[in-house]
């Protein structure tokens, strides 16, 4: 939601969209509760100040919010541009609008609390683009005009059918029904950009639903009935084309032949951007049949063609969906050298981002996404539990939802992600027979309140399914998952798990004490260098179908975790989160999931068991079946789950995702 506010220069701005960050998650509930009778302490800076979306009259700012002084709230944040002050706002992201093209501007930020105003984050430096032709559109407008600010086109469609490299389309205020396909690409040097400037509505009420692209009708996947209120693809492949600044809503269905999407990337191409939406209630109602069941979107994104699909989706919500059988926002086919960064995703009814291979949605060979980089991301409270495309049908059914998902993926890295409250956080596995996922990096992400297990590799069932090989999972934060019972717990290892590493992790089980459910006999698994700890009186242990009922049983009997310890690591707060905390959205039943009512911060204080008692030695990803990121890094990463430095000053490393 957008709120337009008057700077202190008098100039009108408007607040970008709101985003949940990541230090955000485990410092803004604490700090609420503080009396800020009792803040003494003026806040440091904030950090990490980036622009993103950059067109010729704006840009959208984010930063790091700052974690606050004992018994203190952050109140706000000032921008200030050129040394001036721009605007106070709540949250950690601001759009900056009425700039002149090609020129250069230095904003800054500082954050406030009770006590007083912190020091400027660094300057960050941001040139405007050029742009060839400004062209606009508004509620007021003709498509009879011209398209220039004084003599608007009506409709975005309109908009999209008269651009040219370089062209950018300003979108004014209010809501518009129509979906918008897009087909035209800019250059590397001259992109096309649509920019919604956090104000405009693309709203599918009453838009007919759903006709795919012409040039994927024969593709079996998406070809038919997949339409998206903003669709981007061509035959010949669309690059360098942005889609920025909207509120997407509405695109319903009942249907279960209609697929409707938020927004829809198909074909090949390069350099499609899709930055700062919110995209919201994106739905089929449809219900599951033993045959088949119903599908939605609220991003997606499907490599159709020989040419890769390579693609930015970052800085979105997307909230609200339900997606039957498919996914809140997904990567499939022939997807290579991708970004999904700083995104939030909750309240859907089913997965929130998959990575997928092998569906037949790519062409032979290529049918994979891969060479990706997922970061910054926080995903929480989805759950499948009474999704009607996923339940009563006789197909599949309970807490089966993934926060992230690798099905099938190659050459990705999930790190810094922030994932909490969902069916299962994070998975790593192929649901097809006979493939796998491979070669996947899952690094220095924290996770927590899973209904099901924390994280979990190899294929689901016995037969009929996938596995998972070649998988590293290191230096992540585990904490009080499996709050159904489920048995899975914390790390579970299902069937075809070959190559899988799990090091330098920090697991903190619940009441169930459920550390490790290895139920298949002869998964291959290497485990060391883990902290592992429960406050409850169980502490269980199973590994290729053998349980143990502790620690040192389960050392001795296996060899797995030999530099391991079982010790508190002392978080620095623990989250609240309850199994019977909401009702997830779907309307299938009233089955209740978890919820966290506070946040946690799983950082560890120096002195704790897990400071600098990590494996240092892991060394960094070599050969040809690792892409070029993954080699351009250690295993470990270079920095943590909140971007410190990841080997200290002393070359040691923490367990966990903290320096």
Not at 408 to 430: H, K, P, T
Not at 599 to 627: K, Q
Request: net charge negative; hydrophobic share 35%; charged share 10%.
């Amino acid at each position: 939601m957008s709120i337009i506010k008057k700077s202190r220069s008098g100039r009108l701005i408007r607040a970008s969209l709101v985003l949940f960050p990541l230090s955000l998650a485990f410092a803004a509930h604490a700090a609420q509760a503080a009396h800020a009778a009792n803040c003494s302490a003026a806040p440091s800076a904030p950090s990490s100040l980036t622009a993103a979306g950059t067109v010729g009259s704006g840009t959208f700012l984010h930063w790091t919010p700052v974690a606050p002084p004992t018994n203190c709230a952050i109140n706000s944040y000032t921008v200030t541009m050129n040394g001036a002050p721009l605007a106070t706002v709540a949250g950690t992201s601001f759009a900056v609008t009425g700039l002149s093209p090609s020129t250069a501007y230095t904003f800054t930020v500082e954050a406030t609390d009770a006590d007083g105003t912190s020091p400027a984050s660094p300057a960050l430096g941001v040139t405007t683009l050029a742009h060839r032709t400004a062209y606009y559109v508004a509620k007021t407008g003709n498509n009879s005009n011209a398209g220039t600010a004084s003599a608007p086109w009506l409709t975005i469609a309109y908009a999209a059918s008269k651009v040219a490299p370089g062209d950018i389309v300003y979108v004014g205020a209010g809501t518009y029904h129509e979906s918008v396909p897009i087909n035209i690409s800019g250059t590397a040097a001259a992109p096309i950009i649509f920019d919604g400037q956090g104000e405009a509505i693309v709203d599918g009420t009453g838009v007919a639903c759903c006709t795919s692209p012409s040039f994927v009708s024969s593709n079996g996947f998406v070809g038919g009935t997949t339409e998206g209120l903003f669709t981007l693809g061509a035959a010949a492949g669309l690059n360098y084309v942005t889609v920025e600044g909207f509120t997407i809503r509405n695109y319903k269905t009942t249907s279960k032949d209609d697929v409707p999407v938020g927004v829809l990337i198909v074909g090949g191409g390069t350099g499609v951007s899709v930055l700062d939406n919110t995209v919201q209630n994106i739905q089929s109602t449809a219900k599951q049949t033993k045959n088949s069941g119903p599908n939605a979107y609220g991003i997606g994104v499907f490599g159709t063609s020989s040419t890769p699909l390579s693609v930015n989706v970052s800085y979105n919500t997307v909230t609200g969906c339900l997606t039957g059988e498919s996914e809140t926002t997904t990567f499939n086919g022939n997807v290579q050298n991708f970004i999904v960064s700083y995104n939030t995703i909750y309240g859907n009814d089913n997965i929130g981002m998959d990575a997928i291979g092998f569906e037949g949605v790519g062409p032979a060979g290529s049918d994979q996404a891969k060479n990706g980089d997922v970061f910054g991301n926080i995903i929480y409270n989805n759950s499948a539990i009474n999704n009607p495309g996923e339940q009563g049908g006789g197909q599949d059914g309970g807490y089966d939802e993934d926060g992230l998902y690798c099905d099938g993926c190659a050459q990705v890295v999930f790190e810094r992600n922030l994932v909490y409250a969902n069916d299962i956080n994070v998975e790593a596995a192929s649901e097809i027979s006979g493939e796998v996922s491979s070669d996947v990096i899952i690094r220095n992400n924290v996770t927590y309140g899973a209904n099901s297990a924390g994280m979990t590799v190899g294929g689901y069932a016995k037969t009929g399914t996938g596995g998972s090989t070649n998988i590293t999972i290191v230096n992540n934060s585990l904490y009080n998952d499996d709050l159904q019972n489920t048995g899975s717990g914390e790390f579970q290892i299902q069937y075809r798990a070959k190559g899988i590493v799990f090091e330098n992790n920090s697991v903190y089980a619940g009441a169930q004490g459920q550390f490790i459910f290895g139920y298949v006999p002869g998964s291959d698994v290497t485990l060391d260098h883990n902290d592992y700890y429960t406050s409850g009186a169980s502490a269980n242990f199973e590994l290729n179908g053998t349980a143990y009922t502790s620690f040192a049983a389960y050392q001795a009997a296996t060899g797995q975790d030999e530099d391991s310890t079982f010790a508190n690591p002392r978080f620095l707060s623990l989250p609240v989160c309850s199994a019977t905390g909401t009702t997830p959205p779907g309307g299938f039943s009233t089955l209740m999931a978890s919820s966290c009512t506070t946040a946690a911060n799983l950082d560890i204080p120096r002195g704790s068991p897990a400071t600098d008692t990590g494996n240092d030695a892991l060394g960094s990803p070599s050969g040809s079946r690792y892409s070029s990121y993954e080699k351009s890094q250690p295993f470990v990463g270079t920095v943590d789950f909140d971007r410190s430095p990841r080997v200290n000053s002393s070359g040691r490393i923490n367990i966990g995702a903290y320096e």
